[in-house]
């Protein structure tokens, strides 16, 4: 059976996500700064929309380059709020567990899912699940992303390159060569500017040039391991797997309506972030031994209290542990009003999920 990988890319992620959350900006060039804090401007673009990048807009671009270029373009400039991006992120990446049999999160808006065994092995199947996430994803987050489809990591990455944005591009094992033989050699992924640069100078233009070019000459520039796992990844070649990380707790994190000390209006608050916290200590399929409160008041001080319990998979039955936490707090902080309250599970037990032989 062969193996069939997605890459799923969200896109222009911080920038969709504001789009999304302050709809008078949407259809401007919105671009999402760092801002060092050293003067007004200083800082750098971390993101921006395919609007702005039409400007010549880019990340890593210093804003003050970003506002020349923006000029009189009625374009929309704010700062990352990467605690919220994180909390979109993560919601998503639970839609896109559920999905693999294994799941690799790269970044905060890229994964990869191993869905050989669900599908066992057919394309179409693989298309029905890229279709469904993209659905998904649209109906609840309001979010496009790029899909590929392909035989390995290498292939799926390039592959949601392919198509962009709101893209889903297939390339199955016999497409693989003539999906990458015409890309630039700079294109092909893990390669960087240097070694590109190398490979340029030696006369190679395309990931065609690459796989048939005289290993020697190749290796004679870079060596045996690096020649050899280039024209390797120029036809298309990568066995890495899908590796799931596993996160030694998970937690989830919300904002009070008002800051309070009413520990029924707090504990509600608790209650809902538990059922949330719950599905996903469900999808990674894990026991806990220890619960959380986390606590953090109107001056941005956080505490945890914690408790150790008997192993177990489900939450919301133990959720009246933080209730007591919560009067500790309340307590022995007589003059603290929350702002923030989160539930933390950790001391975890995975129990691993059946792989395909093919994974190892
Ligand atoms: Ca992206």
């Known amino acids: 059976m062969n193996r069939i990988i997605l890459h799923v890319d969200l896109d ?7 789009e999304f959350r302050k709809p008078g900006i949407k259809g401007k060039p919105i671009i999402i700064c760092i801002y060092s804090g050293r003067t007004k401007d200083s800082g750098a673009v971390s993101s921006a929309n395919y609007k702005a990048r039409d400007l010549g807009i ?14 009189k373009k009625r374009a929309i400039f704010l700062p990352a709020d990467r605690p919220y991006y994180q909390s979109v992120s993560q919601r998503i ?29 057919d394309w179409e199947k693989a298309i029905k699940i890229a279709k469904s996430i993209k ?20 292939v799926a990455k390039m592959a949601s390159k392919n198509m962009k944005p709101d893209g889903l591009t297939l390339v199955k094992t016999p497409e693989v060569r003539n999906f990458l033989n015409p890309l630039e050699v ?17 006369g190679i233009k395309t990931i065609k040039d ?17 020649a050899k796992m280039l024209q390797e990844r120029a036809i298309g070649i990568d066995n890495s797997t899908v590796e799931e990380q596993e996160a030694k707790q998970i937690s989830r994190i919300g ?48 505490q945890t209290r914690s408790e150790t319990i008997e192993q177990t998979q489900k939450l919301v039955p133990m959720i009246s542990i933080t209730k007591e936490l919560l009067k500790d707090f309340l307590e022995e902080n007589k ?26």
């Open 186 to 202: 700079s294109k092909l992924h893990g390669i960087g500017r240097v070694t590109s640069f190398i490979l340029e100078e030696l």
């Open 135 to 154: 659905k998904k994803i649209k109906e609840r987050e309001k979010l496009t992303c790029s899909v590929g489809i392909g035989p390995n990591k290498l």
């Open 335 to 360: 003059y603290k009003q929350l702002r923030r309250v989160g539930v933390r599970v950790s001391n975890l037990i995975y129990r691993k999920k059946q792989r395909t032989l093919g994974d190892f």
């Open 58 to 71: 880019r990340s890593g671009m210093p804003i003050i380059f970003a506002k020349r270029l923006a000029k």
């Open 12 to 18: 222009s992620f911080y920038a969709s996500v504001e």
């Open 210 to 226: 690459l796989a048939e070019f005289k290993v020697a000459s190749i290796e004679e520039k870079l060596g045996k391991n690096k």
């Open 255 to 302: 904002t009070l309506k008002k800051d309070s000390r009413d520990i029924d209006e707090i504990f509600k608050k608790i209650k809902e972030l538990a059922k949330d916290l719950e599905k996903r200590i469900e999808s990674r399929k894990v026991s806990f031994r220890t619960i959380s409160l986390i606590t953090i008041d109107t001056t941005l001080d956080i």
């Open 93 to 121: 990446m639970d839609i896109l567990e559920k999905e693999a049999d294994a799941f690799q999160q790269v970044s905060v808006d890229e994964a990869y899912l191993d869905v050989s065994e669900t599908t066992g092995g």
